[in-house]
């Protein structure tokens, strides 16, 4: 079964400051890979998405994503970050072969320091 | 129009209450999704709907029953729930493409449930 683990539960970032978000995954096939944010009380927006191709992928934003398959991996990067970047981040896997079920970590909440 | 509307925003109920949660989408979609989310936790699968049909269940307790009654609505009845259901409940939907590409999920804002 596929699964995915955020190891970092909380980060605190300074206003300006570059941030990276680890997602590690397992997934018997080619992955479908998802970056949501979440702010207090709201649902999910997508930040960006890989299938296939360039492993770097740009999202909305200003977020970008490597996609590693040696390492299980899709880290979330931004170069510089903004108080309003302060939300939950979830990484997600999909299933298409279950209708196109997302699995998500855990989650890693970020908190910006002015 | 990128936007799935869900009601109410908040509900409290109690045990014996019987209410429902309502989702609604004109993009299309002709897939539909609730998802349950505790607390400090990553959203859970509970149910999809594909062209209307229930497609998957993903083993949840009777007293959540899910309806779609059309291509753009997607009810949740609740019945006899427990304090422990209590969370915020989320609906996507998605297309459901013919090319065999994946589909992104579009996210309601949740509906945010007490059981008392």
């Known amino acids: 079964a596929q699964s995915v683990t955020q190891p970092d539960i909380h980060i605190t970032v300074s206003e300006g400051a570059s941030l990276e978000l680890r997602c590690n995954y397992s997934?018997?096939?080619?992955?479908?890979l998802f970056w949501y944010v979440q702010s207090p009380g709201q649902g999910l927006q997508l930040l960006l998405k890989y299938f296939s191709g360039d492993t770097l992928v740009q999202g909305i934003k200003g977020f970008e994503a490597e996609f590693k398959r040696s390492q299980s991996s899709f880290n979330l990067r931004k170069p510089s970050v903004h108080w309003s970047d302060a939300a939950e981040y979830f990484c997600?896997?999909?299933?298409?072969?279950?209708?196109?079920?997302?699995?998500f970590g855990g989650g890693t909440r970020v908190l910006v320091k002015p | 129009d990128t936007e799935v509307t869900q009601t109410p925003k908040h509900l409290v109920m109690g045990m014996t209450n019987k209410k429902s949660l309502k989702c609604e989408q004109h993009m299309g979609h002709r897939a539909m999704y609730w998802y349950k989310q505790k607390a400090k936790k990553p959203p859970e699968l509970m149910f999809v709907?594909?062209?209307?049909?229930?497609?998957i269940n993903e083993s949840v307790p009777s007293r959540f029953s899910p309806e779609c009654p059309n291509s753009s609505l997607l009810n949740l009845h609740l019945h006899a729930l427990q304090p422990e259901d209590s969370a915020l409940y989320l609906c996507a939907s998605r297309p459901e493409g013919t090319s065999g590409a994946w589909e992104t999920q579009y996210f309601g804002p949740g509906t945010r449930l007490l059981v008392l």
């Open positions: 997600a896997v999909g299933d298409k072969a279950a209708g196109n079920k997302l699995t």
């Open positions: 709907y594909s062209y209307e049909k229930l497609s």
């Open positions: 997934y018997g096939a080619t992955p479908y």
